[in-house]
């Protein structure tokens, strides 16, 4: 169950929890699953709570730490997945209520999983779409997008006008490389669908990333895996991200050190090793470590 699932209004809000009940049945045909999404109105968690409650499923799973909240009354084994935001300011209470009430949690990145403090708990980042987020021909990508420059591009991941993404901090990065790059973003008019996100990657050159706060990005390994390189400040588990794969660079929270991280990145010609983030992040691993987690809870 979910307060964010895709609309059409909004084809990207919940992706990546459609994304994993569709990577559960594809690689886990054996589970039988429903899902609750009720992303409208305060009284959503009211009504996701209780279903949970007269649920007669084997386990219910909740997505954020409000809803594990909600549903924690549920009758079956709960199991909580939560995302980040849910583990900052007052969002932190419910969520530690939730995990010391939950059968298991799942944190999709260390930090997440330190700042709930609970030992019933395993880290799944979100999956990546590894079928979708493939390396491209970068000159098609371009046509396709109407991106007629040969200069690099250098590719904000995420709608410049959210505060909390930093673009201010990306504007500053490129005024410094000047013209020998182009600047592009990711939603410059608000969410867009998975496929240009998709094309957008592989279009471009190199993504810069200096978002305020974050929790697991996906954009970063969706960016690993179609073989795009990123430079990013250290945020969220970016840092963790770095350690595992090759094709992160990170730079301090400074235009001067981000600009000379892009720079050396582009002259070096980085390309992160796709087919190793797509075993570690694909849709495969995920959905076979969160049905070890079924399979640990169900009753």
Not at 14 to 25: D, P
Not at 170 to 186: C, H, N, P, Q, R
Not at 196 to 218: H, I, N, Y
Not at 220 to 247: C, F, H, N, Y
């Amino acid at each position: 169950m979910t307060a964010m699932w895709p609309r059409p209004e909004n084809p990207a809000f919940g992706i990546f929890v459609k994304r994993e009940v569709e990577s559960l049945r594809r690689h886990h045909p054996d589970l039988g699953i429903t899902v609750l999404a009720q992303t409208v109105g305060r009284s959503r968690y009211i009504r996701l709570g209780r279903a949970a409650w007269s649920s007669d499923a084997n386990v219910v799973h909740a997505h954020y730490g409000l809803v594990g909240f909600a549903a924690s009354a549920a009758r079956p084994p709960l199991v909580v997945t939560y995302h980040g935001s849910d583990t900052r300011g007052w969002a932190l209470t419910f969520s530690r209520i939730a995990a010391r009430r939950a059968a298991w949690n799942i944190a999709v990145s260390r930090s997440v999983a330190v700042a709930l403090g609970t030992d019933r708990l395993t880290e799944n980042p979100m999956a990546v779409d590894d079928q979708l987020f493939a390396p491209a021909d970068k000159a098609e990508a371009r046509r396709r997008l109407g991106w007629n420059t040969q200069r690099p591009v250098v590719l904000f991941g995420a709608d410049p006008r959210r505060p909390v993404k930093g673009y201010p901090l990306f504007s500053a990065t490129v005024e410094l490389l000047g013209t020998a790059v182009e600047a592009k973003a990711l939603a410059p008019e608000g969410p867009v669908d998975p496929v240009e996100v998709a094309m957008k990657l592989q279009a471009s050159d190199v993504l810069l990333f200096t978002s305020r706060s974050e929790g697991s990005p996906l954009i970063i390994r969706e960016a690993l895996s179609v073989g795009l390189p990123v430079v990013s400040v250290r945020v969220g588990d970016v840092p963790t991200v770095a350690e595992v794969a090759e094709g992160v660079v990170l730079a301090d929270r400074s235009p001067v050190a981000l600009a000379r991280a892009v720079r050396l990145t582009l002259e070096s010609g980085l390309r992160p090793d796709h087919k190793r983030a797509a075993d570690i992040w694909g849709t495969r691993a995920a959905a076979d470590r969160l049905y070890s987690v079924y399979q640990r809870v169900a009753r």
